[in-house]
């Protein structure tokens, strides 16, 4: 608890949710229609990303002016590295969907603390999915895990435009596995799908069983979801088992997932053995 009025979880849910409206009404005030051109669509994902950012940055600096930001919109000079609070957020993951009207595009609003060792934790985070009309927080009630039927298919989700390579071993490893274990029937799909969030979003609701991805992850991208996922009770690892490291001075992660607990053992020792 800090001393201020709202804690770091409902300032996330506020920033979060108000940046996110904000994305509706500037996609209105474009009004693009089918037809718009890359032109056009690029001039609404430039002005949206500029004003999300603006209005995050501003919320941030009067609720809590002695933190450091960290930004997709906005210049790094690395001084964060040494500050013991940081927001990591993204004022719009998913720009490619939101700009062609598709709802796989969410607000992410993280905070990172400094810990006793140094290592630093997520304690905090938000993300919002308007389109979507869902918002999950870290101070959210821990719903019941969906049900999961292992002797069904199973849906991967996994970036829209980037398909993970070994991706086709990982997916038979993981079908020899559910089969050893008497999951005859046991078989694999993939959704491609925008935004991280919209990506954990899937798993949290129960359309997939896991989000899996490669090296090449911004901390922006990660941070909020994957808090938000821990938080309700799915696995959320990194390939060497080691845990994701935040407030880098680049900042990138490595490969991981995130994951239904039921085949959390199973997914992990797949993508270990095929090297991804």
């Known amino acids: 608890m800090t001393e201020y009025q709202e804690t770091d979880s409902q300032l996330a849910q506020r920033i979060a949710v108000e940046a996110a409206q904000l994305l509706v009404e500037v996609r209105s005030e474009h009004n693009l229609t089918s ?9 609404l994902g430039d002005d949206s990303d500029r004003r999300s950012n603006a209005l995050i940055l501003q919320r941030l600096a009067a609720a809590r002016p002695g933190d450091a930001v960290l930004s ?6 690395g001084v964060r590295v040494g500050c013991d609070r940081v927001w990591i957020v993204d004022p719009l993951d998913g720009t490619a969907e939101y700009r062609t009207a598709r ?3 969410a607000v992410h609003v993280a905070l990172w603390e400094r810990t006793a060792d140094g290592a ?11 389109d979507r009309e869902r918002v999950w927080c870290t101070d959210d009630a821990v719903l019941p895990t969906p049900s999961v039927n292992l002797d069904g298919p199973l849906t991967l989700a996994i970036s829209r435009n980037y398909l993970p390579p070994g991706l086709d071993v990982v997916i038979e490893r993981m079908t020899v596995a559910l089969h050893d274990a008497g999951h005859r029937h046991a078989s694999f799909e993939l959704a491609r799908v925008g935004s991280v969030g919209a990506k954990v979003d899937e798993v949290l609701v129960g359309k997939a069983v896991a989000y899996l991805f490669t090296g090449g992850l911004k901390e922006w991208d990660a941070a909020a979801p994957f808090a938000v996922a821990s938080h309700q009770g799915f696995a959320v690892g990194d390939v060497p088992g080691i845990g994701f490291e935040y407030n880098r001075a680049a900042p990138l992660i490595g490969s991981g997932f995130v994951c239904h607990p039921a085949l959390a053992d199973i997914l992990r020792a797949a993508v270990v053995d095929s090297g991804l």
Do not use: H, K
């Open 103 to 105: 709802d796989e595009f």
């Open 120 to 130: 630093g934790e997520l304690t905090a985070a938000c993300i919002a999915l308007p």
């Open 35 to 43: 037809d718009a051109s890359v032109a056009e669509q690029r001039a």
């Open 72 to 77: 997709e919109e906005a210049p790094d000079d």
